[in-house]
Protein backbone atom coordinates (compact mmCIF):
# COMPACT_ATOMS: atom_id res chain seq x y z
CA UNK A 1 0.00 0.00 0.00
CA UNK A 2 1.06 3.19 -1.01
CA UNK A 3 1.85 6.36 1.40
CA UNK A 4 -0.97 8.38 -1.06
CA UNK A 5 -3.24 5.49 -0.91
CA UNK A 6 -3.16 4.96 3.45
CA UNK A 7 -3.31 8.67 3.66
CA UNK A 8 -6.68 8.96 1.54
CA UNK A 9 -8.48 6.37 3.63
CA UNK A 10 -9.88 7.63 6.97
CA UNK A 11 -8.92 6.31 10.09
CA UNK A 12 -11.51 5.80 12.23
CA UNK A 13 -10.04 5.75 15.61
CA UNK A 14 -9.31 9.33 15.27
CA UNK A 15 -12.55 10.45 13.98
CA UNK A 16 -15.01 9.48 16.79
CA UNK A 17 -17.21 11.89 15.53
CA UNK A 18 -17.98 10.21 12.29
CA UNK A 19 -18.67 6.87 13.74
CA UNK A 20 -21.57 8.70 15.84
CA UNK A 21 -22.98 10.62 12.92
CA UNK A 22 -23.44 6.38 11.10
CA UNK A 23 -24.80 5.13 14.06
CA UNK A 24 -28.28 5.98 13.60
CA UNK A 25 -27.50 5.00 9.97
CA UNK A 26 -26.88 1.14 11.09
CA UNK A 27 -28.97 1.30 13.85
CA UNK A 28 -32.05 1.66 11.16
CA UNK A 29 -30.41 -0.63 8.39
CA UNK A 30 -30.41 -3.18 11.33
CA UNK A 31 -33.50 -3.05 12.44
CA UNK A 32 -35.70 -2.96 9.40
CA UNK A 33 -33.32 -4.75 7.16
CA UNK A 34 -30.98 -6.59 8.56
CA UNK A 35 -32.86 -8.36 11.08
CA UNK A 36 -36.12 -9.29 9.28
CA UNK A 37 -33.86 -10.65 6.65
CA UNK A 38 -32.02 -13.03 8.91
CA UNK A 39 -35.30 -13.56 10.81
CA UNK A 40 -37.09 -14.76 7.43
CA UNK A 41 -34.56 -16.80 6.92
CA UNK A 42 -34.59 -18.48 10.42
CA UNK A 43 -38.14 -19.27 9.69
CA UNK A 44 -37.55 -21.06 6.33
CA UNK A 45 -36.09 -23.52 8.64
CA UNK A 46 -39.53 -24.47 10.10
CA UNK A 47 -42.59 -25.74 9.68
CA UNK A 48 -44.66 -22.91 10.98
CA UNK A 49 -48.90 -22.31 9.67
CA UNK A 50 -48.48 -18.69 11.11
CA UNK A 51 -51.65 -18.69 13.39
CA UNK A 52 -50.04 -20.95 16.65
CA UNK A 53 -46.86 -20.67 18.39
CA UNK A 54 -46.02 -24.16 17.16
CA UNK A 55 -43.11 -25.02 15.09
CA UNK A 56 -41.60 -27.77 13.65
CA UNK A 57 -37.38 -28.08 12.62
CA UNK A 58 -37.11 -29.48 9.34
CA UNK A 59 -33.98 -28.23 8.35
CA UNK A 60 -33.89 -27.08 4.77
CA UNK A 61 -36.17 -29.04 3.31
CA UNK A 62 -38.38 -25.69 2.73
CA UNK A 63 -35.11 -24.39 1.01
CA UNK A 64 -35.27 -27.45 -1.18
CA UNK A 65 -38.36 -27.60 -2.17
CA UNK A 66 -38.02 -23.77 -3.33
CA UNK A 67 -35.38 -25.67 -5.77
CA UNK A 68 -37.33 -28.37 -6.77
CA UNK A 69 -41.42 -27.52 -6.97
CA UNK A 70 -42.61 -27.15 -10.07
CA UNK A 71 -44.36 -24.60 -8.99
CA UNK A 72 -41.29 -22.34 -8.63
CA UNK A 73 -40.07 -23.44 -11.53
CA UNK A 74 -43.15 -22.63 -13.52
CA UNK A 75 -42.77 -19.08 -11.93
CA UNK A 76 -39.08 -18.87 -12.37
CA UNK A 77 -40.51 -19.12 -16.05
CA UNK A 78 -42.77 -16.41 -15.95
CA UNK A 79 -40.43 -14.24 -14.76
CA UNK A 80 -38.37 -14.35 -17.45
CA UNK A 81 -41.09 -13.67 -19.54
CA UNK A 82 -42.55 -11.12 -17.86
CA UNK A 83 -39.18 -9.03 -17.21
CA UNK A 84 -38.23 -9.44 -20.96
CA UNK A 85 -41.32 -7.92 -22.02
CA UNK A 86 -41.56 -5.08 -19.54
CA UNK A 87 -37.83 -3.85 -19.31
CA UNK A 88 -37.69 -4.03 -23.11
CA UNK A 89 -40.62 -2.15 -23.94
CA UNK A 90 -39.68 0.24 -20.55
CA UNK A 91 -36.52 1.18 -21.52
CA UNK A 92 -37.16 1.13 -25.34
CA UNK A 93 -40.35 3.13 -24.92
CA UNK A 94 -39.06 5.62 -22.13
CA UNK A 95 -35.62 6.36 -24.34
CA UNK A 96 -38.03 7.28 -27.40
CA UNK A 97 -40.29 8.98 -25.55
CA UNK A 98 -37.66 11.03 -24.23
CA UNK A 99 -35.94 11.70 -26.94
CA UNK A 100 -39.09 13.09 -28.51
CA UNK A 101 -40.61 15.30 -26.05
CA UNK A 102 -37.12 16.78 -24.95
CA UNK A 103 -36.81 20.59 -25.25
CA UNK A 104 -39.37 23.14 -24.59
CA UNK A 105 -42.65 23.75 -25.53
CA UNK A 106 -46.09 23.84 -23.94
CA UNK A 107 -46.94 20.55 -25.71
CA UNK A 108 -44.48 18.52 -24.57
CA UNK A 109 -44.96 19.41 -20.90
CA UNK A 110 -48.30 18.42 -21.28
CA UNK A 111 -47.72 15.12 -22.65
CA UNK A 112 -44.58 14.71 -20.79
CA UNK A 113 -47.07 15.10 -17.73
CA UNK A 114 -49.65 12.54 -18.84
CA UNK A 115 -46.96 10.20 -19.74
CA UNK A 116 -46.13 10.47 -16.05
CA UNK A 117 -49.15 10.61 -14.40
CA UNK A 118 -49.37 6.77 -14.64
CA UNK A 119 -46.36 6.47 -12.06
CA UNK A 120 -47.54 8.13 -9.27
CA UNK A 121 -50.81 6.14 -9.18
CA UNK A 122 -50.85 2.99 -7.03
CA UNK A 123 -51.12 -0.45 -8.51
CA UNK A 124 -53.95 -1.66 -7.38
CA UNK A 125 -55.71 1.58 -8.53
CA UNK A 126 -54.12 0.84 -12.05
CA UNK A 127 -55.34 -3.16 -11.57
CA UNK A 128 -58.68 -2.31 -11.09
CA UNK A 129 -58.60 0.27 -13.92
CA UNK A 130 -57.46 -2.13 -16.18
CA UNK A 131 -59.64 -5.46 -15.25
CA UNK A 132 -62.81 -3.01 -16.08
CA UNK A 133 -60.67 -2.20 -19.51
CA UNK A 134 -60.57 -5.78 -20.30
CA UNK A 135 -63.33 -7.36 -19.40
CA UNK A 136 -64.47 -9.22 -22.15
CA UNK A 137 -68.42 -9.45 -21.39
CA UNK A 138 -68.90 -5.27 -20.99
CA UNK A 139 -65.15 -4.15 -20.86
CA UNK A 140 -64.41 -0.51 -22.23
CA UNK A 141 -61.58 -2.34 -25.03
CA UNK A 142 -64.52 -4.92 -25.64
CA UNK A 143 -67.23 -1.80 -26.10
CA UNK A 144 -64.45 0.35 -28.07
CA UNK A 145 -63.79 -2.42 -30.82
CA UNK A 146 -67.74 -2.51 -31.07
CA UNK A 147 -67.95 0.90 -32.07
CA UNK A 148 -65.45 0.90 -34.65
CA UNK A 149 -66.80 -2.24 -36.18
CA UNK A 150 -63.93 -4.24 -34.64
CA UNK A 151 -65.74 -6.91 -32.37
CA UNK A 152 -64.59 -9.56 -33.63
CA UNK A 153 -61.23 -8.96 -32.19
CA UNK A 154 -62.54 -8.95 -28.77
CA UNK A 155 -60.61 -11.40 -26.33
CA UNK A 156 -60.60 -13.12 -23.41
CA UNK A 157 -57.24 -11.61 -22.47
CA UNK A 158 -56.65 -11.65 -19.02
CA UNK A 159 -58.68 -15.24 -18.39
CA UNK A 160 -56.71 -16.85 -21.53
CA UNK A 161 -53.31 -18.44 -20.26
CA UNK A 162 -51.79 -17.74 -23.45
CA UNK A 163 -52.56 -14.11 -23.35
CA UNK A 164 -52.62 -13.29 -19.43
CA UNK A 165 -49.10 -12.72 -19.05
CA UNK A 166 -48.57 -10.63 -22.04
CA UNK A 167 -51.45 -8.47 -21.32
CA UNK A 168 -50.62 -8.09 -17.53
CA UNK A 169 -46.97 -6.89 -19.11
CA UNK A 170 -48.36 -4.68 -20.91
CA UNK A 171 -50.74 -3.31 -18.18
CA UNK A 172 -46.99 -3.49 -16.18
CA UNK A 173 -45.07 -1.53 -19.10
CA UNK A 174 -47.92 1.48 -19.56
CA UNK A 175 -47.84 2.12 -15.53
CA UNK A 176 -43.70 2.71 -15.88
CA UNK A 177 -43.14 3.69 -19.08
CA UNK A 178 -43.26 7.64 -17.46
CA UNK A 179 -41.13 6.77 -14.57
CA UNK A 180 -37.83 5.46 -17.29
CA UNK A 181 -39.12 8.49 -19.64
CA UNK A 182 -38.26 10.99 -17.07
CA UNK A 183 -35.07 9.01 -15.71
CA UNK A 184 -33.63 9.10 -19.53
CA UNK A 185 -35.21 13.08 -20.12
CA UNK A 186 -32.91 13.74 -17.01
CA UNK A 187 -29.95 11.67 -18.20
CA UNK A 188 -30.49 14.05 -21.81
CA UNK A 189 -29.75 17.60 -20.02
CA UNK A 190 -25.98 16.32 -19.38
CA UNK A 191 -25.15 15.70 -22.71
CA UNK A 192 -22.87 18.36 -23.81
CA UNK A 193 -24.51 20.54 -26.60
CA UNK A 194 -20.82 20.94 -28.45
CA UNK A 195 -20.99 16.98 -28.81
CA UNK A 196 -24.63 16.86 -30.57
CA UNK A 197 -23.32 19.91 -32.93
CA UNK A 198 -19.85 17.65 -33.82
CA UNK A 199 -22.14 15.37 -34.66
CA UNK A 200 -24.45 17.04 -36.88
CA UNK A 201 -21.11 19.15 -38.67
CA UNK A 202 -19.96 15.79 -39.35
CA UNK A 203 -23.22 14.40 -41.07
CA UNK A 204 -25.31 12.71 -38.80
CA UNK A 205 -28.74 12.20 -39.62
CA UNK A 206 -31.54 12.24 -36.74
CA UNK A 207 -31.17 8.27 -36.16
CA UNK A 208 -27.42 8.12 -36.51
CA UNK A 209 -27.46 10.78 -33.59
CA UNK A 210 -29.65 9.09 -31.12
CA UNK A 211 -28.21 4.89 -31.95
CA UNK A 212 -24.01 6.81 -32.49
CA UNK A 213 -24.31 9.42 -30.13
CA UNK A 214 -27.25 9.34 -27.59
CA UNK A 215 -27.06 5.63 -26.55
CA UNK A 216 -23.92 4.85 -26.31
CA UNK A 217 -23.60 8.43 -23.87
CA UNK A 218 -26.59 7.28 -22.10
CA UNK A 219 -24.74 3.74 -21.18
CA UNK A 220 -24.18 4.76 -17.09
CA UNK A 221 -28.36 5.69 -17.26
CA UNK A 222 -28.96 2.25 -19.11
CA UNK A 223 -27.23 0.06 -16.54
CA UNK A 224 -29.14 2.06 -14.06
CA UNK A 225 -32.39 1.41 -15.11
CA UNK A 226 -31.45 -2.01 -15.91
CA UNK A 227 -30.62 -2.67 -12.38
CA UNK A 228 -33.77 -1.08 -10.90
CA UNK A 229 -36.00 -2.78 -13.67
CA UNK A 230 -34.68 -6.21 -12.79
CA UNK A 231 -34.97 -5.61 -9.15
CA UNK A 232 -38.75 -3.88 -9.76
CA UNK A 233 -39.69 -7.23 -11.53
CA UNK A 234 -38.97 -9.52 -9.16
CA UNK A 235 -40.44 -8.07 -6.56
CA UNK A 236 -43.67 -7.24 -8.30
CA UNK A 237 -46.59 -8.39 -6.87
CA UNK A 238 -50.16 -6.17 -6.23
CA UNK A 239 -50.80 -5.56 -10.48
CA UNK A 240 -50.73 -9.07 -11.01
CA UNK A 241 -52.41 -9.92 -7.81
CA UNK A 242 -55.03 -7.90 -9.12
CA UNK A 243 -55.44 -8.27 -11.98
CA UNK A 244 -55.33 -12.11 -12.25
CA UNK A 245 -54.18 -13.44 -8.93
CA UNK A 246 -51.71 -15.54 -10.55
CA UNK A 247 -54.22 -17.13 -12.80
CA UNK A 248 -55.35 -18.46 -15.35
CA UNK A 249 -53.78 -21.86 -14.86
CA UNK A 250 -51.07 -20.40 -13.02
CA UNK A 251 -49.97 -18.50 -16.27
CA UNK A 252 -49.39 -15.51 -14.54
CA UNK A 253 -47.63 -17.23 -11.15
CA UNK A 254 -45.30 -15.26 -10.13
CA UNK A 255 -42.67 -15.61 -7.36
CA UNK A 256 -44.20 -12.85 -5.17
CA UNK A 257 -47.61 -14.24 -5.84
CA UNK A 258 -46.77 -17.59 -4.83
CA UNK A 259 -44.88 -16.42 -1.80
CA UNK A 260 -48.10 -15.05 -0.86
CA UNK A 261 -50.43 -18.23 -1.59
CA UNK A 262 -48.13 -20.31 -0.14
CA UNK A 263 -47.85 -18.15 3.45
CA UNK A 264 -51.61 -16.59 3.72
CA UNK A 265 -53.93 -18.76 1.74
CA UNK A 266 -51.75 -22.56 2.34
CA UNK A 267 -50.70 -21.47 5.73
CA UNK A 268 -47.01 -22.57 5.15
CA UNK A 269 -45.23 -19.92 6.54
CA UNK A 270 -41.85 -21.93 6.65
CA UNK A 271 -42.13 -22.39 2.92
CA UNK A 272 -43.38 -18.92 1.87
CA UNK A 273 -40.34 -17.68 4.29
CA UNK A 274 -37.60 -19.81 2.14
CA UNK A 275 -38.94 -18.50 -0.89
CA UNK A 276 -38.91 -15.10 0.02
CA UNK A 277 -35.28 -15.44 0.92
CA UNK A 278 -34.40 -16.50 -2.22
CA UNK A 279 -35.88 -14.30 -4.17
CA UNK A 280 -34.05 -11.57 -2.05
CA UNK A 281 -30.73 -13.24 -2.21
CA UNK A 282 -31.46 -13.48 -6.09
CA UNK A 283 -32.02 -10.08 -6.15
CA UNK A 284 -28.88 -8.91 -4.37
CA UNK A 285 -26.70 -11.67 -6.91
CA UNK A 286 -28.09 -9.85 -10.34
CA UNK A 287 -27.52 -6.64 -9.04
CA UNK A 288 -24.38 -7.21 -7.82
CA UNK A 289 -23.36 -8.52 -11.43
CA UNK A 290 -24.94 -5.86 -13.32
CA UNK A 291 -22.83 -3.44 -11.63
CA UNK A 292 -19.81 -5.24 -12.09
CA UNK A 293 -20.69 -5.57 -15.69
CA UNK A 294 -21.56 -1.65 -15.74
CA UNK A 295 -18.24 -1.06 -13.89
CA UNK A 296 -15.97 -2.86 -15.96
CA UNK A 297 -17.90 -1.23 -19.55
CA UNK A 298 -16.85 2.26 -17.60
CA UNK A 299 -13.53 1.17 -17.64
CA UNK A 300 -13.07 0.29 -20.77
Not at 36 to 46: M, T
Not at 251 to 274: H, M, V
Request: aromatic share 10%; charged share 15%.
Amino acid sequence: MSIATARRRPDWRRSPAAILFILPCVAVFGVFLAYPLIRNAYVGLFEWNGLTSDTVWVGLENFIWVFTSPAVFGTAVNTLVFGVITIALQMGGGFLLAVALSGPGRLRQVLRTLYFIPVVMTPVVVGFLFGKILEPNDGDLRNLLDAIGLGALNHAWLADPSTALVAVALVNVWLWVGFAMSVYQSALTTVPKELIEAARIDGARSHQLVTQVLLPFLRPTHWALLTLSVIGTLKTFDIVYVLTRGGPSGSTELPTTLLFRTGFEEYQQGRAAALGTVIFLVALALTIIQLRVARKGDER
